[in-house]
């Protein structure tokens, strides 16, 4: 099944320099990149990203964090992207994330985890289009 996914870099991983690690992984595995962006996210948009987080007690903290400097979003293609992306990502607690995961290799703690990946099909296609315009998504082929 041939999936696009949402990942981003959040500010921590923008700062410590790991958006080329992240890309190269997507890459090496042999997933397409078709959007890629750095933005600084606005409160607006995190809203409606993180709207099923309202009521946590992290929430407000998690927004102050993302919106502490740029972000970098990309859109990535391939068959079984979403599933692969949380693989590839690791657990949300990087504490839990194996080694050899981008969270379980570069990061200590829950509230900074370097990078976010949707968690489910209809998820993705929810946070693509409120991170992409559909003309910012460029389709093309190679081999999978
Ligand atoms: P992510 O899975 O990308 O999206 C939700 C984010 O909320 C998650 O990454 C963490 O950055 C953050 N988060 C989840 N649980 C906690 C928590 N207990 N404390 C702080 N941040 C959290």
Not at 13 to 28: A, N, P, S, Y
Not at 51 to 73: H, Q
Not at 87 to 115: K, Q, Y
């Amino acid at each position: 099944i041939r999936e696009r996914t949402l990942v981003a870099v959040k500010p921590d991983g923008v700062q410590r320099r790991l958006i080329g690690d992240v890309i190269k992984r997507f890459e090496q595995r042999g997933f397409r990149l078709v959007g890629l962006k750095m933005l600084q996210a606005s409160d607006k948009l995190l809203a409606q990203h993180y709207i099923s987080l309202r009521k946590k007690p992290f929430y407000s903290s998690l927004l102050y964090y993302m919106t502490s400097g740029p972000v970098v979003a990309m859109v990535w293609e391939g068959h079984n992207v979403v599933r692969s992306s949380r693989m590839l990502v690791g657990d949300t607690d990087p504490a839990e994330a194996s080694p050899g995961t981008i969270r379980g290799d570069f990061s200590v703690h829950i509230s900074r985890n370097v990078v976010h990946a949707s968690d489910s099909v209809e998820g993705a296609e929810r946070e693509i289009s409120l991170w992409f315009q559909s003309s910012e998504l460029v389709d093309w082929e190679g081999c999978d």
